[in-house]
């Protein structure tokens, strides 16, 4: 099982801002209150001020700090900077003292009220996660229902690699390991030999036109309760439910990152 699974072109859209940003987007997380305004006004210079409000912007819309604002989208640069009645050109020398981006990060989390993740909470959120990964197995959902849950911690998201294989790919290998516990009373010999006839059957008919091999999968378990002779098969149970997390999924990512147009 290959732990990466974002492409180069994920990453960079997951690294930071979205190239655009729409109207509903600008209004709901780079709008500033009357507190926010107080604490950035508190920095010194106005470049200063308006790097430390886009570090609150990034933190508050994507749940991370972007390791460079000066990406962030222009039109999001002149709606902060119009609120701060700062010129935007000035963002140009933000970051140039790394020390200063560092300790800004560190003073944006604390009046967000988040905070990195300890060792013991991000195996609360992997063990959290292996158990949405019995019903849903694509690992782009399981993203992005690991991003949902560390915003909805306070915790400040991981980095994209971490996610990958700390996370997602740990929490399906759980649940690889977990659906084969549930099913092992099930293997009994007899049904091992049905599984084997089938795939047999199988095989033989594949060449065949106008007959359809028999599913292997569609063998049915000895004491299952499923009847045979009916046409419609039974939904598996997980199966609702990782439709709506996939459901849930897309709508963090839409609602987090508000997609390019």
């Known amino acids: 099982m290959p732990v990466r699974f974002l492409s180069d072109a994920q990453r960079d859209q997951l690294s930071g801002f979205p190239a655009e940003l729409d109207a509903e987007a600008l209004e709901r997380f780079f709008t500033f209150s009357k507190a926010d305004l107080t604490d950035i006004r508190c920095r010194h210079g106005d470049g200063n001020r308006l790097g430390w409000a886009l570090q609150l912007?990034?933190?508050?819309?994507?749940?991370?700090?972007?390791?460079?604002?000066?990406?962030?989208?222009?039109?999001?640069?002149?709606?902060?900077?119009?609120?701060?009645?700062?010129?935007?050109?000035?963002?140009?020398?933000?970051?140039?003292?790394?020390?200063?981006?560092?300790?800004?990060?560190?003073?944006?989390?604390?009046?967000?009220?988040?905070?990195?993740?300890?060792?013991?909470e991000m195996d609360a959120v992997r063990s959290w996660l292996a158990g949405d990964a019995l019903a849903q197995d694509r690992p782009i959902v399981l993203f992005h229902l690991a991003c949902q849950r560390f915003y909805d911690l306070r915790l400040v998201r991981p980095g994209l690699?971490?996610?990958?294989?700390?996370?997602?790919?740990?929490?399906?290998?759980?649940?690889?390991?977990?659906?084969?516990?549930?099913v092992l009373h099930l293997c009994t010999p007899e049904w091992c030999?049905?599984?084997?006839?089938?795939?047999?059957?199988?095989?033989?008919?594949?060449?065949?036109?106008?007959?359809?091999?028999?599913?292997?999968?569609?063998?049915?378990?000895?004491?299952?309760?499923?009847?045979?002779?009916?046409?419609?098969r039974k939904a598996a149970p997980g199966l609702a439910r990782g439709r709506t997390q996939e459901s849930r999924a897309r709508r963090w990512h839409s609602a987090q990152v508000r997609a390019s147009r």
């Open 193 to 232: 030999r049905a599984l084997d006839g089938r795939s047999r059957q199988g095989r033989g008919l594949g060449g065949r036109r106008g007959r359809r091999a028999t599913p292997v999968g569609s063998a049915t378990p000895p004491g299952s309760g499923a009847r045979e002779g009916h046409g419609r």
């Open 161 to 182: 690699t971490v996610i990958e294989q700390s996370l997602v790919g740990a929490a399906r290998e759980g649940a690889r390991h977990e659906t084969a516990a549930r």
């Open 57 to 120: 912007c990034g933190l508050r819309m994507l749940g991370f700090c972007p390791d460079d604002v000066t990406t962030a989208p222009a039109e999001a640069v002149r709606f902060a900077a119009r609120q701060l009645g700062v010129d935007p050109g000035v963002l140009g020398g933000y970051g140039v003292r790394r020390q200063a981006r560092t300790d800004h990060v560190t003073q944006v989390k604390s009046y967000l009220g988040f905070a990195s993740p300890t060792a013991i």
